[in-house]
């Protein structure tokens, strides 16, 4: 008999990730901020649950995808949220890019409730979450990782495991700070080729195939093109996420050049009132954004 899987948090994300539980054939139930968000998802059989805490009661699984670190301490602890009302032996996923000490604190937490709990962040965007190819990073047990992974399946393709208690944090550190000066260059090769007179669009054609790709050359830069700024992921939680690497680098007395000229930038955006669109939005600081 297949876990009943409780979901928190219905984003742009969330939703499609909670759907393909759904579609698996796995008892679900729902909880949102916004019940409206969830409406798909209950016409295709979940449950919904008025709050938090009765969400946890239910489920054997509950999986959180929130959007701060501060969303995640407040699903989390207290007398309504999940460890506090979660059945012994269940298992906690939070998928929210949070901080690697917040990972730590849920998991001591969770132990001594008979808990267990895996920090697993995600990386894909809008496209990976409707598809069911996410990359997932997971930190926490290797046992509590080997026996969520056919969940993890269902909502991604690569799926690691990365190490201890905030190991799937520190991994997604990694994953966007990578992204963020990554897509200053993106930004700027396609303000360069149409500067330059090119068809940016068969410039495209010729270097994501080469030594240049990357999934936002491939996947974002023809969405800059036709000014389709959507988020498939937001400017203020990418905002957030760069906040969060720059914090841990400190900690370790790593200087992060790139990432602090990427974040200068995306505060720059955000102060044009961009915060709620796509990290591709980016491209409207470039003169040549029609």
Not at 128 to 141: K, P, Q, S, W, Y
Not at 145 to 164: A, K
Request: aromatic share 8%; hydrophobic share 40%.
């Amino acid at each position: 008999m297949k876990k009943t899987i409780g979901f928190i948090g219905l984003g742009v994300m969330g939703n499609s990730m909670a759907a393909h539980i759904l579609a698996e054939g796995y008892p679900a139930a729902v909880f949102t901020r916004t019940k409206q968000k969830a409406d798909n998802l209950v016409e295709k059989g979940a449950v919904w649950k008025s709050s938090v805490k009765e969400l946890a009661q239910a489920a054997d699984v509950v999986i959180t995808m929130v959007g701060y670190p501060k969303d995640v301490e407040e699903v989390y602890f207290g007398s309504g949220g999940i460890i506090e009302n979660a059945k012994t032996g269940s298992y906690l996923i939070d998928m929210t890019t949070s901080k690697p000490s917040l990972a730590k604190k849920i998991e001591a937490a969770a132990k001594e409730k008979g808990l267990y709990a895996l920090d697993a962040p995600v990386s894909g965007g809008d496209i990976g979450a409707r598809n069911g190819t996410l990359a997932i990073m997971v930190g926490g047990e290797k046992k509590a990782y080997d026996e969520c992974f056919p969940i993890f399946s269902v909502m991604g393709e690569n799926i690691q495991y990365q190490g201890p208690a905030g190991s799937g944090q520190h991994t997604k550190m990694c994953n966007q700070i990578a992204i963020a000066a990554g897509m200053i260059g993106v930004a700027e090769a396609m303000a360069y080729a149409r500067k330059s007179g090119l068809e940016p669009k068969n410039v495209l054609k010729s270097i994501t195939t080469g030594a240049a790709g990357s999934w936002s050359l491939s996947n974002l830069a023809p969405r800059m093109l036709e000014g389709d700024f959507e988020p498939g992921f937001y400017v203020k939680h990418f905002i957030k996420d760069m906040g969060i690497a720059l914090e841990e680098a400190e900690l370790m007395g790593e200087k992060m050049p790139g990432l602090e000229l990427a974040k200068t930038l995306y505060d720059k955006l955000a102060e044009k009132g961009e915060e709620n669109s796509g990290t591709q939005s980016l491209y409207k600081l470039w003169s040549d954004y029609r």
